[in-house]
């Protein structure tokens, strides 16, 4: 008598023995692969796994690209090891899927810059819980990278990473918090993460503290606490933390006199770190020859190196050293080049200076509706002969503006009242001139 459905039983039983047989076998050819592997068998290793690589075995897959990547039995070659990390991360291999992201991010040896690939793997990695992909996801949120900005996505990817013990995922969201970007301003939240970034690991959080203490963002200010911020950031090699410690020193923070030896001392070691401000006041001790013997080939060397990071007092300084050939042969068009820099960020000397230079065709053609832009940034930001030059083209119907002697009327006063005697003469002749016009008014009248 037969039994119904016996032989497609024992088929179904027999398939899942081979099935549960073939991954002890597997998993007993990975183990050797890493036995080999932590020895640093590396030929033996990769001939395991690339056996089981190609019979589908994904911690062989992800392990070849791993080899490939960093050269280990076999010349470094990024094009593989994509190839097999493809592998292993269309089988949901979590640092499979991260290392495509990163590579892809990066763009190496053969394998181009592809931000739109990055996103996508960063996003399977960290769905399936990966950390680091969460916070590389929220970067590429928060700088809008291969995907629109969005700083609310980018708080939510860092919380996720955050929640699970990220002290970067910390740091970088209480930089949201302090701002105020993708999520509610509040200085209390910041701190309370830089804290807890700093307890994780973070030092660079230290700077951020230190920046909080210095200037009473949600805290009483205390200038202590500040500076022993900065130092344990400064002792790690941040050359903004070391370039707020030159500051504290040379006005006098840390003691009841500036003490300008220990200032430029702080002040190279952020240049070293290659920190902008601290090039840019390397170079301005040696300009004005503080504590050191006065070079200006030096100062025009930190000066350009503070210039190229686009600090904006170095460009500034550097225009007027190709200006005046002071430490570099003359030269008008980079002299103009920049301080037009300069002038581009927000620097009032510079656009100060611009404006004069266009308003007498100094190294320029001159061109007064350039002129009148650049005295007017200057004007606003309360110099007084700039406020004066912008009245004067007022008066005058100069550079494409409309003749307006009320305004002419204003901004003379403004120059006027921080005590500008070409201002003060002008409205003096005005007010004589309004005078003798109200009397022949009046005579007419009577």
Same mark, same amino acid.
């Given at each position: 008598?037969?039994?119904?459905?016996?032989?497609?039983?024992?088929?179904?039983?027999?398939?899942?023995?081979?099935?549960?047989?073939?991954?002890?076998?597997?998993?007993?050819?990975?183990?050797?692969?890493?036995?080999?592997?932590?020895?640093?068998?590396?030929?033996?290793?990769?001939?395991?796994?690339?056996?089981?690589?190609?019979?589908?075995?994904?911690?062989?897959?992800?392990?070849?690209? !791993?080899?490939?990547?960093?050269?280990?039995?076999?010349?470094?070659?990024?094009?593989?090891?994509?190839?097999?990390?493809?592998?292993?991360?269309?089988?949901?291999?979590?640092?499979?899927?991260?290392?495509?992201?990163?590579?892809?991010?990066?763009?190496?040896?053969?394998?181009?810059?592809?931000?739109?690939?990055?996103?996508?793997?960063?996003?399977?990695?960290?769905?399936?819980?990966?950390?680091?992909?969460?916070?590389?996801?929220?970067?590429?949120?928060?700088?809008?990278?291969?995907?629109?900005?969005?700083?609310?996505?980018?708080?939510?990817?860092?919380?996720?990473?955050?929640?699970?013990?990220?002290?970067?995922?910390?740091?970088?969201?209480?930089?949201?918090?302090?701002?105020?970007?993708?999520?509610?301003?509040?200085?209390?939240?910041?701190?309370?993460?830089?804290?807890?970034?700093?307890?994780?690991?973070?030092?660079?959080?230290?700077? !951020?503290?230190?920046?909080?203490?210095?200037?009473?963002?949600?805290?009483?200010?205390?200038?202590?606490?500040?500076?022993?911020?900065?130092?344990?950031?400064?002792?790690?090699?941040?050359?903004?933390?070391?370039?707020?410690?030159?500051?504290?020193?040379?006005?006098?923070?840390?003691?009841?006199?500036?003490?300008?030896?220990?200032?430029?001392?702080?002040?190279?070691?952020?240049?070293?770190?290659?920190?902008?401000?601290?090039?840019?006041?390397?170079?301005?001790?040696?300009?004005?020859?503080?504590?050191?013997?006065?070079?200006?080939?030096?100062?025009?060397?930190?000066?350009?190196?503070?210039?190229?990071?686009?600090?904006?007092?170095?460009?500034?300084?550097?225009?007027?050293?190709?200006?005046?050939?002071?430490?570099?042969?003359?030269?008008?068009?980079?002299?103009?080049?920049?301080?037009?820099?300069?002038?581009?960020?927000?620097?009032?000397?510079?656009?100060?200076?611009?404006?004069?230079?266009?308003?007498?065709?100094?190294?320029?053609?001159?061109?007064?509706?350039?002129?009148?832009?650049?005295?007017?940034?200057?004007?606003?930001?309360?110099?007084?002969?700039?406020?004066?030059?912008?009245?004067?083209?007022?008066?005058?119907?100069?550079?494409?503006?409309?003749?307006?002697?009320?305004?002419?009327?204003?901004?003379?006063?403004?120059?006027?009242?921080?005590?500008?005697?070409?201002?003060?003469?002008?409205?003096?002749?005005?007010?004589?001139?309004?005078?003798?016009?109200?009397?022949?008014?009046?005579?007419?009248?009577?």
């Amino acid at each position: 008598m037969k039994v119904k459905g016996v032989k497609g039983s024992m088929r179904k039983i027999l398939a899942v023995f081979l099935i549960i047989f073939s991954s002890n076998l597997f998993a007993a050819d990975y183990a050797e692969g890493m036995d080999y592997y932590k020895a640093g068998n590396y030929p033996k290793a990769f001939r395991v796994f690339f056996k089981l690589a190609k019979t589908g075995d994904v911690e062989s897959q992800f392990q070849l690209g !791993y080899m490939y990547m960093h050269a280990e039995a076999v010349p470094k070659n990024m094009v593989k090891a994509v190839k097999w990390f493809e592998k292993a991360a269309e089988q949901n291999h979590s640092a499979a899927q991260i290392n495509l992201a990163v590579i892809y991010h990066n763009g190496k040896q053969g394998v181009p810059q592809n931000y739109k690939l990055a996103f996508e793997w960063y996003k399977k990695s960290a769905e399936s819980g990966n950390v680091t992909a969460m916070r590389n996801l929220g970067e590429m949120y928060e700088k809008g990278t291969a995907v629109k900005q969005s700083y609310s996505k980018a708080a939510r990817w860092y919380k996720r990473a955050a929640k699970q013990g990220d002290a970067v995922s910390h740091h970088y969201l209480a930089i949201l918090y302090l701002n105020g970007y993708g999520v509610r301003h509040s200085d209390k939240r910041a701190m309370m993460l830089f804290t807890k970034a700093i307890e994780l690991g973070n030092i660079g959080s230290h700077r !951020y503290l230190g920046a909080m203490y210095f200037e009473g963002w949600g805290v009483d200010k205390d200038i202590e606490k500040a500076l022993d911020h900065y130092q344990q950031a400064a002792d790690n090699g941040d050359g903004v933390s070391q370039y707020r410690i030159g500051y504290a020193y040379e006005n006098a923070l840390l003691s009841k006199e500036p003490d300008m030896r220990n200032a430029l001392k702080w002040y190279e070691k952020a240049a070293d770190n290659n920190d902008p401000d601290g090039q840019y006041n390397v170079g301005r001790f040696y300009k004005e020859g503080i504590v050191v013997s006065q070079n200006d080939q030096r100062a025009f060397g930190w000066f350009y190196r503070a210039a190229e990071k686009e600090q904006p007092d170095a460009c500034y300084e550097l225009g007027m050293m190709y200006l005046n050939g002071i430490g570099v042969d003359r030269d008008f068009m980079r002299s103009v080049n920049w301080i037009t820099k300069g002038a581009d960020l927000n620097h009032v000397q510079a656009s100060y200076k611009l404006a004069n230079m266009y308003k007498k065709g100094e190294g320029v053609i001159k061109n007064m509706s350039k002129a009148y832009k650049y005295y007017l940034v200057a004007a606003e930001a309360g110099i007084a002969d700039a406020q004066y030059n912008v009245g004067r083209i007022f008066h005058r119907g100069l550079g494409g503006v409309n003749r307006d002697v009320v305004e002419a009327v204003n901004w003379w006063t403004k120059a006027a009242d921080q005590g500008h005697k070409m201002a003060l003469k002008k409205l003096r002749k005005i007010d004589v001139i309004t005078s003798q016009q109200y009397m022949k008014k009046s005579k007419k009248t009577k």
